[in-house]
């Protein structure tokens, strides 16, 4: 049987005239009791022992209870608080504390000036619904929680700290203008359902140490930092949430290895997906809408797995640098103003079964030789600029892609190599394939069909190696050699109605190539004479001179006479 005490500031029949002494008649009779509290201002320090009910009588914060400074309510034992206002300042052990047992507080409101608002203590528990914390921050240590229906304002710390192993679950709450993060989850683990995370200055949701957390169905929304964060080996996943207006949708680095399923991360100011410092990740089913930057980034040793994601908007879409890896699969992006896929500085990225459209350059590749990427089963459509571009010493290597609709096909240049198999060029306003500069280019199974000026085309010292392509209806030439660039070609065929077949500069082999069109060698440019340069501001000799040293345009000149003979050189 439950032992109801009531307490009434103007006192009554048999009622308290504080909470202090119906707690302490309570703990007297060491039986379960409902403590009802009628509308006032209590200013008292409440210890709470045993089965004990602390219920307002009015409405939700018609009663308040407060301190100077310090605990406002400690509780030991099944503490349950029922519409409550608890008011504290510098509570560095929480307005609320939860030494032991399990607490509950519904329908409560706490506020922490310079404080924490609740700090559950290892081994104990705490059930928070329908309630708002204000100021402070609650604090899950080594503890268990479950939260519903909550409201966090204005933190000037962590909103929700998870801690020291604890286990939390968060549902349908909200988090606003935490001055750090919104929930962090440090060497613990947490479940985040349903919730809303506005307006923090760091992270809105945090996992670092090892941490673990699940998160669903959440929303982020105008962050300073990233939406969320998985650092220092942390796991988890997150699952149908809606990001906008962050800095990065979610950071993952140092080792750590969510899953990503289904989210948006919409506006983003840098990153939709960054992935740097040996962060991990898998990526899946993931929309990326207008990144100030990049939407999707893998840096400084990175390595996520992407799946069936979208890319619209931004400037680019896939970026793999400064010594990153990447695998990405059936994956879409379009309408961006840079460069759809770019790998750089020794990094090394997979692309397969990708489509890019409407960017101005499909894949990008730049670095020295330790920098690769692979192209596989994509096609890249109505570009400004180039499908592909390999440049430095990088290499690139494509299997089955179809470019169509654009200025060039592929390009290497400088040093780079690159390597295509079974692929198409189409409806291309320049050429097929460019090689540049000392690049190197080997080519197997091409089409190129309906290139306004060039099928290939291949200029400096570049080097050729095609075989078995073919090159129809290019409107100038099938291939071009300028330059001191060679190649051959093997089982080649140039067909259609352009001015010729091949232009070269007898740097070529031509042995099997099969075309109705003209083969045309360009003459290379006769030597230009020596040129003969007259400086008319230098002495003038009228004799023979020997074993003279001349200086000019300077202004000190060490005179020298050295004994030799001037007839042979010997001396004397």
Same mark, same amino acid.
């Given at each position: 049987?439950?032992?109801?005490?009531?307490?009434?500031?103007?006192?009554?029949?048999?009622?308290?005239?504080?909470?202090?002494?119906?707690?302490?008649?309570?703990?007297?009779?060491?039986?379960?009791?409902?403590?009802?509290?009628?509308?006032?201002?209590?200013?008292?320090?409440?210890?709470?022992?045993?089965?004990?009910?602390?219920?307002?009588?009015?409405?939700?914060? *018609?009663?308040?209870?407060?301190?100077?400074?310090?605990?406002?309510?400690?509780?030991?034992?099944?503490?349950?608080?029922?519409?409550?206002?608890?008011?504290?300042?510098?509570?560095?052990?929480?307005?609320?504390?939860?030494?032991?047992?399990?607490? #509950?507080?519904?329908?409560?409101?706490?506020?922490?000036?310079?404080?924490? =608002?609740?700090?559950?203590?290892?081994?104990?528990?705490?059930?928070?619904?329908?309630?708002?914390?204000?100021?402070?921050?609650?604090?899950?240590?080594?503890?268990?929680?479950?939260?519903?229906?909550?409201?966090?304002?204005?933190?000037?710390?962590?909103?929700?700290?998870?801690?020291?192993?604890?286990?939390?679950? #968060?549902?349908?709450?909200?988090?606003?203008?935490?001055?750090?993060?919104?929930?962090?989850?440090?060497?613990?683990?947490?479940?985040?359902?349903?919730?809303?995370?506005?307006?923090?200055?760091?992270?809105?949701?945090?996992?670092?140490?090892?941490?673990?957390?699940?998160?669903?169905?959440?929303?982020?929304?105008?962050?300073?930092?990233?939406?969320?964060?998985?650092?220092?080996?942390?796991?988890?996943?997150?699952?149908?949430?809606?990001?906008?207006?962050?800095?990065?949708?979610?950071?993952?680095? *140092?080792?750590?290895?969510?899953?990503?399923?289904?989210?948006?991360?919409?506006? =983003?100011?840098?990153?939709?997906?960054?992935?740097?410092?040996?962060?991990?990740?898998?990526?899946?089913?993931?929309?990326?809408?207008?990144?100030?930057?990049?939407?999707?980034? *893998?840096?400084?040793?990175?390595?996520?797995?992407?799946?069936?994601?979208?890319?619209?908007?931004?400037?680019?879409?896939?970026?793999?640098?400064?010594?990153?890896?990447?695998?990405?699969?059936?994956?879409?992006?379009?309408?961006?103003?840079?460069?759809?896929?770019?790998?750089?500085?020794?990094?090394?990225?997979?692309?397969?079964?990708?489509?890019?459209?409407?960017?101005?350059?499909?894949?990008?590749?730049?670095?020295?030789?330790?920098?690769?990427?692979?192209?596989?089963?994509?096609?890249?459509?109505?570009?400004?600029?180039?499908?592909? #571009?390999?440049?430095?010493?990088?290499?690139?290597?494509?299997?089955?892609? &179809?470019?169509?609709?654009?200025?060039?096909?592929?390009?290497?240049?400088?040093?780079?190599?690159?390597?295509?198999?079974? =692929?198409?060029?189409?409806?291309?306003?320049?050429?097929?394939?460019?090689?540049?500069?000392?690049?190197?280019?080997?080519?197997?199974?091409?089409?190129?069909?309906?290139?306004?000026?060039?099928? #290939?085309?291949?200029?400096?010292?570049?080097?050729?190696?095609?075989?078995?392509?073919?090159?129809?209806? &290019?409107?100038?030439?099938?291939?071009?050699?300028?330059?001191?660039?060679?190649?051959?070609?093997?089982? &080649?065929?140039?067909?259609?109605?352009?001015?010729?077949?091949?232009?070269?500069?007898?740097?070529?082999?031509?042995?099997?190539?099969?075309?109705?069109?003209?083969?045309?060698?360009?003459?290379?440019?006769?030597?230009?004479?020596?040129?003969?340069?007259?400086?008319?501001?230098?002495?003038?000799?009228?004799?023979?001179?020997?074993?003279?040293?001349?200086?000019?345009?300077?202004?000190?000149?060490?005179?020298?006479?050295?004994?030799? *003979?001037?007839?042979?050189?010997?001396?004397?």
């Amino acid at each position: 049987m439950v032992k109801k005490y009531v307490v009434s500031p103007h006192g009554g029949r048999g009622a308290h005239p504080d909470i202090g002494s119906a707690l302490r008649a309570a703990a007297a009779r060491g039986r379960a009791a409902r403590v009802e509290i009628s509308p006032g201002h209590y200013e008292e320090r409440l210890a709470v022992r045993g089965e004990v009910e602390l219920v307002a009588l009015g409405e939700p914060g *018609s009663v308040v209870v407060s301190r100077p400074r310090g605990t406002v309510l400690d509780g030991l034992g099944a503490v349950v608080v029922r519409g409550l206002v608890l008011v504290g300042r510098d509570a560095d052990a929480g307005v609320v504390d939860c030494q032991a047992g399990a607490l #509950v507080l519904d329908r409560v409101e706490v506020r922490a000036h310079d404080g924490v =608002c609740v700090h559950v203590r290892p081994h104990a528990a705490a059930t928070l619904t329908d309630s708002r914390f204000r100021f402070g921050r609650v604090v899950f240590a080594g503890s268990a929680g479950h939260v519903e229906r909550c409201r966090f304002a204005d933190c000037a710390d962590n909103a929700l700290a998870v801690i020291e192993n604890a286990r939390v679950t #968060v549902r349908a709450s909200r988090v606003d203008g935490a001055r750090i993060h919104g929930v962090r989850v440090s060497d613990a683990w947490a479940h985040l359902a349903g919730c809303e995370v506005t307006g923090t200055e760091k992270a809105a949701v945090m996992a670092d140490t090892r941490a673990e957390l699940i998160v669903e169905d959440c929303r982020v929304d105008a962050v300073h930092m990233a939406a969320f964060a998985f650092v220092e080996q942390s796991r988890g996943s997150v699952r149908g949430a809606r990001v906008t207006d962050a800095e990065n949708g979610i950071l993952v680095a *140092s080792g750590a290895d969510p899953s990503v399923h289904g989210c948006v991360f919409a506006d =983003c100011r840098d990153t939709g997906v960054h992935v740097q410092d040996a962060g991990r990740g898998t990526f899946e089913d993931c929309e990326i809408l207008g990144a100030g930057n990049i939407g999707v980034l *893998s840096t400084r040793g990175g390595a996520p797995r992407v799946a069936d994601c979208r890319v619209t908007g931004g400037n680019v879409g896939i970026a793999v640098t400064d010594k990153a890896r990447g695998r990405f699969t059936r994956t879409v992006v379009r309408d961006l103003t840079g460069v759809a896929l770019r790998v750089w500085d020794e990094s090394k990225a997979v692309f397969e079964q990708i489509r890019v459209e409407r960017c101005p350059f499909g894949l990008e590749t730049r670095g020295n030789g330790g920098t690769t990427a692979e192209l596989t089963d994509t096609t890249i459509h109505d570009f400004d600029m180039a499908a592909v #571009v390999a440049v430095g010493q990088s290499r690139a290597t494509l299997k089955g892609v &179809c470019a169509e609709r654009g200025l060039l096909g592929f390009s290497a240049g400088e040093e780079a190599q690159l390597h295509v198999h079974d =692929c198409d060029v189409s409806a291309v306003t320049t050429g097929g394939v460019l090689a540049h500069g000392t690049a190197r280019l080997v080519v197997a199974n091409l089409r190129v069909t309906d290139a306004q000026s060039f099928g #290939v085309c291949v200029t400096g010292s570049a080097y050729l190696d095609v075989a078995h392509s073919r090159f129809a209806d &290019c409107a100038a030439t099938g291939l071009r050699f300028d330059g001191s660039g060679g190649g051959r070609l093997v089982e &080649c065929a140039v067909t259609g109605t352009g001015v010729t077949a091949v232009q070269h500069n007898g740097r070529v082999d031509l042995s099997t190539l099969r075309t109705t069109l003209p083969v045309v060698r360009i003459a290379e440019p006769a030597a230009a004479p020596a040129s003969v340069v007259n400086n008319y501001y230098g002495p003038v000799f009228h004799h023979a001179v020997h074993h003279a040293q001349l200086a000019w345009n300077n202004s000190t000149v060490v005179q020298q006479q050295p004994h030799h *003979s001037d007839e042979d050189g010997v001396g004397p």
